[in-house]
Nanobody, 122 residues
Framework: QVQLAESGGGLVQNGGSLRLSCAAS????VGWFRQAPGKEREGVSC????????YYADSVKGRFTISRDNAKNTVYLQMNSLKPEDTAVYYC???????????????????WGQGTLVTVSS
């Protein structure tokens, strides 16, 4: 399984911001999942390289922004107005042929990062 390289997690106060980075080259779709203790892995956001289209889960719309820098082969997740319920391990995932347009099924993406912890304190 191809490993992706994530960075940017940490501890932030309620209302704060963090930016996650994922080094991912030669993939069509790159997205972010998160998993909080005792909960299932949840698709957060995804971006397609073919047309730049994006997807956001309802829980993060208006607060998170996904983007990619093709020159650096890096996808970013800018997280603003963070809430304690955003606390989770965030995983970068990617696929060479998946097109993200809605619900993100972890089984549809074949490359994964090891995860980075985001903790939002109240």
């Amino acid at each position: 399984q191809v490993q992706l390289a994530e960075s940017g997690g940490g501890l932030v106060q309620n209302g704060g911001s963090l930016r996650l980075s994922c080094a991912a080259s030669d993939f069509h779709a790159v997205g972010w999942f998160r998993q909080a203790p005792g909960k299932e892995r949840e698709g957060v956001s995804c971006i397609n390289s073919s047309d730049g289209s994006t997807y956001y889960a309802d829980s993060v719309k208006g607060r998170f922004t996904i983007s990619r820098d093709n020159a650096k082969n890096t996808v970013y997740l800018q997280m603003n107005s963070l809430k304690p319920e955003d606390t989770a391990v965030y995983y970068c995932a990617a696929s060479v042929d998946y097109y993200c347009s809605g619900y993100m099924d972890p089984q549809d993406l074949e490359a994964w990062g090891q995860g980075t912890l985001v903790t939002v304190s109240s």
